[in-house]
């Protein structure tokens, strides 16, 4: 069965540390990727995406993201966190052009201390 | 313009009782979803919506969970008997494109607790 997996539930930083987060997926064809933030209090929204081409994505905020297609893998990094980056992130894939749903992993959550 | 938008906010029930969740897509959205979220399990998915076609509703737990979708807009999750382990924020997504191919945006949720 498909499934999503994010390694790490609970991630505390200071300031300017560098963050990654992982994730690794397990799917039988080829697949898009998405990292979802949540803030708190706030809607769930779209952090970066891929579908082709470059595997190394840029989203918003100075977030990145590498797709490993060997190690089935979609980790997120920043090189220098801020305490506005407190919130939870969420890995997620769907199967490319024809599946219906997204399934997420977990959850990390984020606490960045100043 | 405005965004997805879920009522209501908040929604306490007794066992038992029968619940309807509103979902108000994006304007000119195609598809649109459903998910739950319970504490400590991530968000799982429960039943799609494209356009005219069938919905797959393949992620639904149990036949005491149905959706609909009226004219290709607004939704509505009904869950019969409710049952404690129903208590989750469920929340509703839609997006431009078909799954898979696009961004697909949240809306705030619908905080259901059953007592």
């Known amino acids: 069965a498909q499934s999503v997996s994010q390694h790490n539930h609970h991630v505390i930083l200071s300031e300017a540390a560098s963050l990654e987060l992982g994730c690794n997926y397990s799917?039988?064809?080829?697949?898009?990727l998405f990292w979802y933030v949540q803030y708190p209090g706030q809607h769930l929204q779209l952090l970066l995406k891929?579908?082709?081409?470059?595997?190394l994505v840029k989203g918003i905020k100075g977030f990145e993201a590498e797709f490993i297609k060997s190690k089935f893998s979609f980790n997120l990094r920043k090189p220098s966190v801020q305490w506005s980056d407190t919130a939870e992130y969420f890995c997620?894939?769907?199967?490319?052009?024809?599946?219906?749903?997204?399934?997420f992993g977990t959850g990390t959550q984020l606490k960045v201390e100043l | 313009g405005a965004g997805v938008s879920q009522s209501p906010s908040n929604k306490v029930t007794e066992k038992g009782k029968d619940v309807e969740l509103r979902c108000d897509p994006i304007?000119?959205?195609?598809?649109l979803y459903w998910y739950r979220q319970s504490l400590g399990q991530g968000l799982e998915f429960l039943i799609y919506?494209?356009?005219?076609?069938?919905?797959?509703k393949s992620g639904l737990p149990s036949d005491r969970f149905s959706a609909e979708r009226t004219g290709g807009s607004v939704s509505t999750l009904t869950i019969q008997r409710t049952q404690q382990e129903d208590s989750a924020v469920y929340l509703c997504?839609?997006?431009?494109?078909?799954?898979?191919?696009?961004?697909?945006?949240f809306g705030p949720g619908t905080r259901l607790t059953v007592l």
């Open positions: 997504a839609s997006s431009l494109r078909r799954a898979g191919d696009g961004e697909q945006f």
């Open positions: 799917y039988g064809g080829t697949v898009n």
């Open positions: 891929y579908f082709s081409g470059d595997p």
């Open positions: 997620a894939v769907i199967l490319t052009g024809g599946g219906n749903k997204l399934t």
């Open positions: 304007s000119g959205h195609t598809a």
């Open positions: 919506f494209q356009g005219n076609s069938a919905p797959d």
